[in-house]
């Protein structure tokens, strides 16, 4: 079940014909699962796996810290050539020597337009021994997220990545939702892995939801990719990344318990290496600051509905044994709704 099956939405802007991050262009999500383990993996490919390009890429982290791989590049030229991949914390090494093989068979020289560095992305709090966690995730693995990527619809809940996370209260994992804003289309993908169910709002009405809490042991986080059709730089994809928080803030997910949140944002849609040889210039394209208020609030509000996506899908915790009390969401909405006016 997602959001919109409870004849609920979140914010002004239509989503997608799918609701989700593959409804921009060339756009495609796969995951892999462990064999032995109750985790995975989670590719968001911006381009065709076989045919890696440069796209602008900007990036917001909790507190200004993350430990991504891939970051010289993006913080120093905006820019990214590989699938972004979502791995657990304790086998971010592992996935990333997997990608320089895979990126090798691709291109020989391993250039920063044919796939290096790889970008991977660590979602701590993972729920798992660490050691265990290492141990299973191989080259094969990643290679099976990456090729069994699909444009079509995208599998949320507890799969790949998700698997194992919690989110206020109950099963969590992957959610993900987009947003038309005029001819362009906005879409997000998100691992949710945190927040109190007291905390849990839809579209700015809070539930009130009494759940048993999650472990404060238990780190919190929450990993998002943004990726437009929008034909935005550098500068203005790390505004869109930094505004799309907003939506994360506003569900309930970012909190005081928040242990690391990262959101990284690409184009699909910028022409970054047509050089004219004549005058040395790139025309490199980019959204008049005019319009850009409405590509941030249409990421907010596909981030918000993605992580409500997430939950939703999940339904049952496998861990704490309780399900998420949906029944009575749309009552409770309308109810608030008409309450605040």
Known sequence: MRLRELDLAVGAFPPG?????????????????????????????????????????????????????????????????????????????RVYDAMIQLGLAIDGGLSEDRGWPPAVLPVAGIGQPAAAVRAAIDDDLVAAALHAATRTRVLEGQVGIGQSL?????????????????????????????????????????????????????????VAIVITDAPLLPQQLQRVAGRSAFGLARVGLLDAQTHAASIWALSTNAPIDEVDTTTGTIDAGGV???DLPQLFAAAAEALEEATLNALLVSAVDPVLGNSLPTADWPSRIRQLQRYNG
């Open 166 to 222: 919690l989110g206020f209260g109950c099963a969590a994992g992957v959610g993900t939702a987009s947003r038309r804003v005029g001819s362009q289309t906005l879409g997000a993908l998100i691992a949710v892995n945190g927040g109190e169910a007291s905390h849990l709002s839809v579209d700015g009405h809070r539930l009130g939801l009494s759940l048993p809490a999650i472990d404060t042991s238990r780190l919190r986080s929450a």
């Open 17 to 93: 014909p799918e609701n989700a991050i593959t409804d921009v262009s060339g756009v495609s999500v796969g995951h892999a699962q462990a064999t032995d383990l109750a985790t995975g993996l989670t590719a968001v490919n911006p381009f065709d796996v076989r045919d890696p390009h440069r796209t602008y890429v900007g990036r917001w982290a909790l507190d200004g810290g993350d430990d991504a791989t891939g970051l010289g590049l993006a913080e120093d030229f905006g820019a990214l050539s590989t699938p972004l991949v979502l791995a657990p914390a304790a086998a971010v090494g």
């Open 288 to 290: 008049s600051e005019a």
